[in-house]
């Protein structure tokens, strides 16, 4: 099994919609979480942290399951600007940063 | 604000050539990370540095290797630059405490023909 596991996608989600994906990751020890956001041609910037408990930031929400050992990212009444490649990311206990693939998002007018 | 900066956006080089990457971040962050990315393969860790002087091997070490003299910088060397290593090169870092993530530098387009 691969240290962190994405659907690559794309995506395909009309504006409005509520779209969700998943990321699973291997390591039990993991401590971090992180969704990161990718667009063309840019470097990959820190969306929202994951925490144990979730957490909601406007539109977004992350979720931790430990016991399955997978992450969730969600978004509410999807925009067009929200198009872009989101790389799920976890930090083990080595601080060593480990991406997944990411899943591409296209959202459609 | 954080800041990682890399060396050159764009870099054409020859085959056989010996080039140099460099990073420099200005948060003091313990961790640095060397990443390339190609397209359907994701980013995949070359080299990572915990501390001043040392390295660790990522997932494709192979035909790279990398110097941290100073704590903010982290270069990256490719001995002898060959066609199968035309990639996008990001460089990262992230502080001890691991809460934070990391931040990425804005990439290194390089090609080599």
């Known amino acids: 099994r691969k240290e962190v596991e994405q659907d690559p996608g794309p995506f395909n989600v009309p504006e409005g919609a509520t779209v969700a994906f998943n990321c699973t990751y291997s390591?039990?020890?993991?401590?971090?979480f992180f969704w990161y956001r990718q667009d063309c041609r840019k470097e990959p910037k820190l969306l929202m942290s994951v925490y144990s408990s979730g957490n909601e930031d406007g539109r977004f929400t992350a979720q931790l399951n430990r016991a399955s050992q997978y992450i969730s990212l969600l978004i509410r009444d999807s925009k067009l600007s929200d198009s872009a490649t989101y790389l799920c990311?976890?930090?083990?206990?080595?601080?060593?940063?480990?991406f997944g693939k990411g899943t591409r998002l296209h959202i459609l007018p | 604000d954080v800041k990682v900066t890399q060396s050159s956006r764009y870099l054409v080089k020859r085959t056989g050539e010996k080039v140099f990457l460099e990073c420099v971040q200005d948060?003091?962050?313990?961790?640095m990370f060397w990443y390339r990315q190609d397209p359907g393969l994701g980013l995949r860790l070359i080299y990572f540095?915990?501390?001043?002087?040392?390295?660790e091997k990522g997932d494709i070490p192979e035909g790279y290797s990398v110097s941290r003299e100073k704590k903010e910088r982290f270069s990256l060397i490719l001995e002898s630059a060959s066609t199968n290593q035309t990639s996008m090169y990001l460089c990262?870092?992230?502080?001890?405490?691991?809460?934070?993530?990391?931040?990425f530098g804005p990439g290194t387009r390089l090609t080599v023909t």
């Open positions: 540095s915990y501390d001043v002087k040392m390295k």
């Open positions: 390591n039990s020890a993991s401590q971090s």
């Open positions: 990262a870092s992230s502080s001890d405490t691991g809460g934070q993530g990391g931040y």
């Open positions: 948060m003091d962050h313990e961790n």
């Open positions: 990311v976890v930090n083990s206990w080595n601080d060593k940063i480990i």
